[in-house]
């Protein structure tokens, strides 16, 4: 089962546009949302992760949206450049266990 | 900030001999470290829970006489794939994170096995 859903699959956006990737999770216990972007043959990096105590988070041109009554979180990136292209997971957990729970990710394509 | 270094980035092995993968953690103690496989355009799947001085938490379906984790010391996890076959070929990723902080958490850069 798969514990948080991502969409789209892949995603081109012209340069300069904005680029959004949704997440939606069932277990209510999940108390940590952060995205990861990933660079082909290299391992996951933070880019941003929001608590449910908040609605929005902004970090420079990163801007996570969390609706938690739908238990659903978005990522927004703001002026897309080329450098941007990579795969994007979001994931979820709930301390104190910190497994973290991954959506099948968002192949993100910037064109110049 | 936190960084999980993990080696080698890349290797390539003969069917039916092992393959050692190493993480640790180069600024921090992790009494937890966690393992990950990656198929092409897949999400990351959580393979087991290596926990420092006690048996690794392997999750369902991961064979653990085949996949031996070791986690002999606070910055050191091992990930051992024994006699290997062309199947397990894929990207292992670790996770480590220091202390009980979750916002911590970081992988390292991963490892591509190959196995011919």
């Known amino acids: 089962q798969q514990q948080v859903k991502q969409s789209p699959q892949s995603l081109i956006v012209q340069k300069g546009g904005i680029s959004i990737i949704n997440c939606a999770y069932e277990n209510t216990a999940f108390d940590y949302f952060p995205w990861y972007q990933q660079f082909p043959g290299k391992g996951p990096a933070l880019l941003i992760a929001i608590r449910p105590d908040v609605s929005e988070k902004k970090e420079g041109r990163f801007t996570i949206s969390f609706n938690k009554s739908a238990k659903q979180f978005s990522l927004h990136i703001m002026d897309s450049q080329p450098g941007d292209s990579a795969t994007y997971f979001c994931?979820?957990?709930?301390?104190?266990?910190?497994?973290?729970?991954f959506g099948t990710g968002t192949s993100l394509t910037v064109i110049p | 900030g936190a960084v999980v270094s993990q080696h080698p980035s890349r290797v390539i092995c003969k069917s039916g001999t092992s393959v050692k993968i190493e993480c640790r953690s180069l600024?921090?103690?992790?009494?937890?470290m966690f393992w990950y496989r990656q198929f092409p355009k897949q999400s990351l799947m959580l393979m087991a829970t290596?926990?420092?001085?006690?048996?690794?938490?392997?999750e369902q379906g991961v064979e653990k006489d085949k996949f031996l984790i070791n986690h002999a010391s606070l910055t050191l996890s091992t990930l051992t794939v024994t006699s290997a076959h062309p199947e397990d070929s894929s990207f292992y990723i670790c996770?480590?994170?220091?202390?009980?902080?979750?916002?911590?958490?970081?992988f390292g850069s991963g490892t591509r096995l190959t196995v011919v």
């Open positions: 996770s480590a994170r220091p202390g009980a902080v979750v916002e911590g958490y970081t």
């Open positions: 290596s926990n420092e001085g006690s048996k690794a938490t392997y």
């Open positions: 600024d921090f103690q992790a009494t937890t």
């Open positions: 994931a979820a957990t709930a301390h104190p266990g910190n497994q973290f729970y």
